[in-house]
């Protein structure tokens, strides 16, 4: 039962529809990170959102990111330099100032340039911010994983900046 009087609509959906004057700005924000230019792929870009959705203990955003990322063909679990981008951004969900030079320094030897080390850097604050506002709120998070799989489709083909449903 979410703790303030939303529409019964999952996860971040009922708050961006509940208001719609914070929904514009944060889904363009969601937009910039995740479809924008960047070095990384927006499954590279999902996968790291729902790693830190699942460090956070954000099952909605972990759930819908993860399915997001496989629908888009999902991300090499095995590649240096995700592995790497992964570790920055885990640093960045608990804290900023826990990531090192030698952190950074180990992304660029797997092959990270200084925009994919600030993306992720930003998508890890970002996404802690989302999830906070999910769990903080006591939004609802559907059980059935069918759920996340059709959603996904839809952000996958349509992105962020589309009305919620």
Do not use: W
Request: glycine share 8%.
């Amino acid at each position: 039962m979410p703790h303030i009087d939303l529409p019964p609509l999952p996860g971040i959906v009922g708050l961006l529809a509940a208001h719609p004057d914070t929904a514009a700005p944060l889904n363009q924000l969601a937009e910039t990170l995740l479809r924008g230019p960047s070095p990384l792929t927006p499954a590279q870009r999902e996968t790291i959102a729902a790693h830190v959705s699942r460090g956070n203990d954000c099952d909605f955003c972990a759930a819908t990111h993860g399915a997001v990322a496989r629908e888009l063909g999902g991300a090499d679990p095995d590649d240096a330099t995700l592995r790497s981008l992964l570790a920055i951004a885990d640093k960045v969900r608990v804290s900023g100032r826990s990531v090192t030079a030698e952190d950074i320094a180990e992304a660029r030897a797997a092959g990270a340039d200084d925009r994919a080390i600030h993306d992720t850097v930003l998508i890890g604050a970002a996404f802690s911010m989302f999830n906070r506002y999910v769990d903080g709120l006591a939004t609802l998070t559907p059980a059935d994983p069918s759920h996340y799989d059709r959603h996904a489709k839809a952000l996958a083909t349509d992105g962020y900046l589309r009305p919620p449903s």
